[in-house]
């Protein structure tokens, strides 16, 4: 009964828009997220802070169009944020591409989805 009502929790939050699904694509976040796996995220998260080290993060990729998932490592008293994925050897991450501005952070990931 517990677990079905987190599930629902989460199926309200995304209903009402407060909370946005993704699918992981790749296997940088393993073991935290498997590729095929769904998150909600949150996308109001860093409007009046910025990101916090240890969150894990949905970020516009800075050359590509797609999305990225990846946890935070650094912050720059700007907002900027160095990422990098769990998974460092198939990860393409910030030790690639650099700092990620904060207007690039999408949301923090707040659950996977079942």
Known sequence: ???????ANKLLLLILGKRKRLRVTGPSMIPLLQP????????????HSFPLIGD????QHPYQGKQIVKRVA???????CFLE????NASTDSR???FI??????????????
């Open 101 to 114: 501005p904060l207007s690039k952070i999408i949301g923090r990931v707040t659950c996977k989805f079942p």
């Open 96 to 98: 690639s591409y650099g």
């Open 56 to 59: 894990v993060v949905v970020a």
């Open 74 to 80: 650094l912050v720059l008293e700007d907002g900027s």
């Open 1 to 7: 009964m517990k677990e079905e009502l987190a599930v």
């Open 36 to 47: 095929g796996e769904e998150i909600l995220f949150d996308p109001k998260a860093y409007r």
């Open 85 to 88: 994925g769990d998974n460092p």
